[in-house]
């Protein structure tokens, strides 16, 4: 077979797990060399988003002099959110949202190809379990879909990467119909709350520490309004992990 990302044939036998199991595992699916062309996160200059650098219009003159230890900084973006009145998410991303990883969401999330989310799957629940275990989270929780995009796409992208106790906590108001990578930064910054609280969920909120999922961190947007819609739900803290960055 080819690699799902760059279609050149893959020569290396199946795994042990595709071989035992009957299921494909994600070296199975994409070229060591494609592989290798993801950036992990190692080392983040913002304690709050996770981000491991700077817009190019931003230099570190503009982070939080609040704090000075590295990785105990505030971006510009997060100081920003921090002025709007919006809590602190602790954000953890596994990789660098660049042009490889564009690639692969297109490939996943934009034309569908289901299967790529074995690439990172393990991967993923192991960084969320590590959280759980740290943070003593009480509840997994996912960013959602409009019912309109679910039909259209057939899958939240989201899903198979969760671990631990999952609560679909939270829905998407059926009126947001602009797709959030259409926007620039600006924009996506000044939106309105996309997002309501799950009908019966509200017990499962109060005073629980709720850990939330998503694919892609850009601007924040999307995982400080859900962390606010569940912090007036009652929700003791709220933190945020996602594939990219």
């Given amino acids: 077979m080819n690699c799902l990302l760059c279609q050149e044939f893959l020569a290396q036998q199946s795994s042990a797990l595709s071989l035992l199991t009957g299921r494909q595992a994600g070296s199975d699916l994409v070229c060591s060399r494609c592989l290798s062309q993801f950036t992990p996160i190692t080392r983040v200059i913002c304690y709050d988003c996770g981000r491991d650098s700077l817009p190019n219009e931003e230099t570190i003159d503009k982070m939080s002099d609040n704090e000075t230890k590295p990785g105990q900084q505030l971006c510009h973006d997060c100081q920003r959110w921090q002025a709007m009145g919006q809590s602190s998410l602790r954000h953890q991303a596994l990789y660098r949202y660049d042009e490889q990883m564009k690639e692969y969401m297109s490939r996943y999330k934009f034309i569908g190809d289901y299967r790529l989310h074995l690439v990172f799957q393990k991967e993923m629940r192991q960084a969320i379990r590590r959280l759980i275990k740290q943070e ?18 057939g899958f939240n992208q989201v899903e198979p990467f969760l671990s631990g106790k999952v609560l679909a906590g939270l829905v998407t108001k059926e009126q947001q119909k602009v797709e959030q990578s259409s926007l620039d930064r600006k924009k996506r910054m000044e939106g309105e709350q996309p997002f309501k609280l799950a009908a019966g969920v509200g017990p499962n909120i109060v005073n629980r520490t709720i850990l939330l999922v998503d694919d892609i961190y850009t601007t924040g947007r999307t995982l400080h309004y859900a962390a606010s819609c569940l912090y007036q739900a009652g929700a003791a803290q709220v933190f945020s992990i996602s594939l990219a960055r």
Wanted: charged fraction near 30%; proline fraction near 11%.
């Fill in 136 to 153: 003593r989270i009480d509840w997994v929780v996912p960013i959602p879909l409009t019912q309109s995009r679910l039909a259209k796409r």
